[in-house]
């Protein structure tokens, strides 16, 4: 059952089906062929029951903050501020796109989202202040994938879901881990300014620093808000979304006076269809791992291992190989229902931390978004700024192989992603 269902999964991506088919086509014939005693009702009912969690009403809230920041002065005054802080040292617009990029993440959970936004306002300015057009569209790309692993991550919160993991453990690792690899970043930034002999700008004076800040004030109460309700105990990561959206709003149309009622319902409408799309790949998803679980898929990986003898770090890396191969040709949500199925039961089987694992997985989905031929963030990129493909997989290289090394680093030292969640919560 098991090798027909994968064979006609492939079948059906490699002909250009939806992903929405790749994953609901599977699993209808898993059921009709293999379970066909099994209620049409059923079969229903796992779709619905699948994504009527409460957990997953965060999704829809964060996409529409995400839209709302995007689209108004909330995210260009973040970005502001950063660049009042770092921006005048050697390559400072470099690190102005990476903590932009951190910052966008903070209240979007998007990868694409952070790509399309932070392209449109930082990339001329990386031109001009000397970087090349190859490791800027590296660097905006790359960046970008913070956002997966910076609170609140639309990936944690599936995978919370799917696992039962707790979304606030996976939030406080993630931030941890998504500082080392701005922070890997921030070295090649380093280099490349100094290879092409970048200079410092003047210096930003206090008062300038101090006018940036008061700028973002309202800005900065939106990750505040979040990360502090969340890890402070106020909220819960859905009632922080919710929370956000409110306050995106308020802050928008009565403080910044940029989000008109027409303007709302555009971008609500927007985040209708992103949320839709992403509920009905949960959806098929929940069936095709329901079948998965039927078939007993996790107890065969399980066996198959014990047989040859390997442990959790030869478990990892296949894990690894896995998520970086997927990445490289499907969304990243359709990455998760797929692998996490059958492979997080070994996982934990194997005495490996769900909260680690989850940062593990959601590392490799980043990586293999920007990595070619077909990394969804290269072709938003593409889009977005208008340049070709291969412009930006020139630039991507190097962020690439940072990627690589952060990804064994933080693999093989469990207790850098679970150092701050057993800080905040303990073990």
């Given at each position: ?5 994968i064979l ?37 009912q796992k ?55 951190m ?22 300015e ?10 800027s ?10 956002a997966?692993?910076?609170?609140p ?16 453990r ?15 970043f ?44 969340i890890?402070g ?37 927007k ?84 909260i ?8 490799n ?50 207790s ?12």
């Amino acid at each position: 059952m098991l090798y027909l269902v994968i064979l006609l999964a492939v079948c059906l991506l490699v002909a250009g089906f939806e992903m929405l088919l790749v994953l609901g086509i599977p699993a209808l014939a898993a059921k009709t062929i293999f379970y066909g005693s099994m209620p049409d009702l059923a079969f229903v009912q796992k779709a619905i029951g699948g994504i009527n969690h409460s957990t997953l009403l965060a999704i829809p809230f964060f996409i529409l903050a995400a839209q709302l920041m995007g689209s108004g002065q909330i995210a260009s005054r973040l970005t502001g501020l950063v660049k009042a802080l770092v921006g005048h040292t050697r390559g400072g617009m470099g690190y102005t796109v990476i903590g932009g990029s951190m910052a966008f993440g903070s209240v979007s959970g998007s990868a694409p989202a952070t790509v399309a936004a932070m392209g449109r306002m930082v990339y001329p300015e990386m031109r001009r202040a000397g970087f090349s057009e190859k490791f800027s569209l590296g660097l905006l790309v790359a960046s970008a994938e913070t956002a997966l692993l910076i609170p609140p991550s639309i990936t944690f919160i599936i995978y919370g879901w799917m696992t039962g993991s707790s979304i606030a453990r996976l939030f406080a690792g993630g931030l941890a881990v998504g500082l080392v690899l701005g922070l890997a970043f921030a070295i090649l930034v380093k280099l490349a300014a100094k290879r092409s002999g970048l200079e410092p700008h003047g210096r930003t004076t206090a008062s300038e620093k101090l006018a940036a800040l008061r700028a973002a004030g309202w800005a900065l109460g939106m990750p505040v808000i979040i990360l502090g309700g969340i890890y402070g105990g106020v909220f819960t990561p859905t009632e922080a979304a919710a929370v956000s959206v409110v306050y995106a709003i308020l802050v928008e149309a009565f403080v910044y006076r940029n989000l008109t009622f027409a303007k709302l319902v555009e971008i609500t409408e927007k985040s209708a269809i992103s949320t839709a799309t992403i509920f009905i790949l949960l959806a098929m998803g929940g069936i095709l791992a329901f079948f998965i679980t039927l078939a007993q898929v996790p107890a065969e990986i399980s066996a198959f291992l014990t047989a040859i003898d390997a442990g959790p770090l030869t478990f990892l890396l296949a894990v690894n190989v896995c998520f970086l191969i997927a990445g490289m040709f499907i969304d990243p949500n359709s990455a998760l229902l797929i692998l996490v199925p059958p492979l997080y039961p070994v996982a934990t089987a194997l005495g490996i931390d769900p909260i680690h694992f989850g940062i593990v997985v959601t590392l490799n989905i980043g990586l293999g978004m920007i990595t070619p031929p077909f990394g969804l963030d290269i072709f938003v990129a593409s889009s977005t700024l208008d340049k070709p493909v291969m412009s930006i997989i020139r630039g991507v290289w190097p962020f690439i192989a940072a990627n690589i090394v952060v990804l064994a680093i933080i693999t093989y030292i469990p207790s850098i992603s679970l150092f701050i969640p057993n800080l905040l919560f303990g073990r």
